[in-house]
T-cell receptor, first 114, second 111 residues
Framework: ETGVTQTPRHLVMGMTNKKSLKCEQH?????MYWYKQSAKKPLELMFV???????ENNSVPSRFSPECPNSSHLFLHLHTLQPEDSALYLC?????????????FGAGSRLTVL | RKEVEQDPGPFNVPEGATVAFNCTYS??????FFWYRQDCRKEPKLLMS???SGNEDGRFTAQLNRASQYISLLIRDSKLSDSATYLC????????????FGKGTRLSVIA
């Protein structure tokens, strides 16, 4: 157990569905991240939160909507997704936002959009 | 030029072999460097940070060459359990610059 827990681990949804991914960290970190990992591509940063405030939105389509109610929890709300959104979505946390900090990743939520 | 470039491999090596990976980065302002390891269908995990003077952790040695803008990872006496994808990660260390990941280099250690 890495200290960062993601649920669900697997999700299959239709293009008209609405679902949410959840991430919880037990490490006392202040920064949390959503990354997308697709086959044969590097990890793509989607969103960054530092002390519950969103500090980065990496030109992510509005069908992905993040929510960070506190420093320990992060959600990714999904609606009207496309098949090309199928990927592994990884949550990560770090002590704070700055680049020198090591990331601790959750096990990921593998999403399939039909 | 891509921000962080790695040879995707795969590198197929026998047990006990020594293998080295390189990674080049484009941002000369980069200050922090890491190697992460990702097993098949698992999350990335930090393998080691890379320091300016180079550093070693058991069978793993990391080097940084700022002039040529590359970092390297050397694995000695490869084990079957070393089979994984190795991700090169670079950051400019400023408050507005996130970590940038390479696509990874896949290593298969064969018995």
């Amino acid at each position: 157990e890495t200290g960062v827990t993601q649920t669900p681990r697997h999700l299959v949804m239709g293009m008209t569905n609405k679902k949410s991914l959840k991430c919880e960290q037990h490490l006392g970190h202040n920064a949390m991240y959503w990354y997308k990992q697709s086959a044969k591509k590097p990890l793509e940063l989607m969103f960054v939160y530092n002390f519950k405030e969103q500090t980065e939105n990496n030109s992510v389509p509005s069908r992905f909507s993040p929510e960070c109610p506190n420093s320990s929890h992060l959600f990714l709300h999904l609606h009207t997704l496309q098949p090309e959104d199928s990927a592994l979505y990884l949550c990560a946390s770090s002590r704070d936002r700055y680049g020198a900090n090591v990331l601790t990743f959750g096990a990921g939520s593998r999403l399939t959009v039909l | 030029r891509k921000e962080v470039e790695q040879d995707p491999g795969p590198f197929n090596v026998p047990e006990g072999a020594t293998v080295a990976f390189n990674c080049t980065y484009s941002n000369s302002a980069s200050q922090s460097f890491f190697w992460y390891r990702q097993d098949c269908r698992k999350e990335p995990k930090l393998l080691m940070s890379v320091y300016s003077s180079g550093n070693e952790d058991g069978r793993f040695t990391a080097q940084l060459n700022r002039a040529s803008q590359y970092i390297s990872l050397l694995i000695r006496d490869s084990k079957l359990s070393d089979s994984a994808t190795y991700l090169c990660v670079v950051s400019a260390n400023s408050g507005n610059t996130p970590l940038v990941f390479g696509k990874g280099t896949r290593l298969s250690v064969i018995a």
